[in-house]
């Protein structure tokens, strides 16, 4: 008999808390909110750029950092912004940052100072980026 209002009052405190799970964020959470999705773009961005320019001239970390953290951006964007139009740009702008990684690893591979490995992952990189862009724009969701 004991379990029966146990889980009578279980019932009731989770619908009872029903209300307040789903609660709209008030508007001072709404500001904190859009505030942190803004500077983890800009983190974002920034930890990218700094990768990007230590690549370029030669202090190379690895070009799975360099997608891992493009990818980062790109959700960091699409979070953002909501908009179609906005979420083109965002898959435009990971698109040509993995077109550009695979640039520079190509002309690295060809001068025989690139790996095998290093080559395909940037063609994956840049193929999965063209397919995410295309799919948007053909009004699939993309990842």
């Known amino acids: 008999m004991t379990r029966i209002p146990r889980f009578a009052a ?3 405190v989770v619908f009872g808390l029903a209300p307040v799970l789903h609660a709209e964020p008030d508007a001072e959470q ?11 773009l800009e ?3 920034k930890t990218y750029q700094v ?3 230590n690549y370029r001239e030669g202090r190379r970390s690895s070009d799975e950092l ?5 990818k980062r951006w790109l959700d960091a964007e699409r979070e953002l912004h909501g908009q179609p139009a906005e979420q083109l740009t965002a898959l435009k702008g990971h698109y040509d940052r993995m077109v550009d990684l695979e640039r520079i690893i190509r002309k690295v591979s ?8 290093e080559l395909s992952a940037a063609e994956f990189y840049r193929t999965e980026a063209e397919l995410w862009l295309l799919e948007a724009k ?5 990842p």
């Open 138 to 142: 053909a009004g699939k969701k993309a």
């Open 66 to 70: 360099l997608y891992r953290w493009s």
């Open 43 to 45: 983190a974002a961005s």
């Open 51 to 53: 990768l990007w320019q």
């Open 30 to 40: 709404a500001k904190t909110l859009a505030k942190l999705a803004k500077l983890r």
């Open 110 to 117: 060809q001068a025989g100072q690139g790996t095998v490995n």
């Open 10 to 12: 279980l019932v009731i």
